[in-house]
């Protein structure tokens, strides 16, 4: 039995891109932010609708991550 991945796909259990406020991510260095998972793998592994997840750090607003981490913070209150 061989078992092979590809340690750029496999991603954290806790998804850091929904856990942590763009405002604060903003002000963290470039490598900082990559590790917590707003870079690319080989250029293509991880991206979001297309783009680099480093691409909505300048965004006010992204419909997609504003409603996940909505829903998270509902049910993390309950």
């Given at each position: ?36 998972g707003?870079?690319?793998y ?37």
């Amino acid at each position: 039995m061989t078992i092979n991945f590809c340690v750029g796909f496999v991603r954290q259990q806790v998804n850091q891109q929904l856990s942590i406020p763009r405002e604060l991510v903003r002000c963290f260095e470039p490598r900082l932010q990559e590790l917590i998972g707003y870079g690319l793998y080989a250029g293509k592994m991880g991206r979001i609708d297309w783009r680099p997840p480093a691409d909505y750090l300048d965004a006010d607003r992204h419909p997609f991550l504003d409603a996940v981490a909505d829903r998270l913070q509902t049910s993390v209150r309950l």
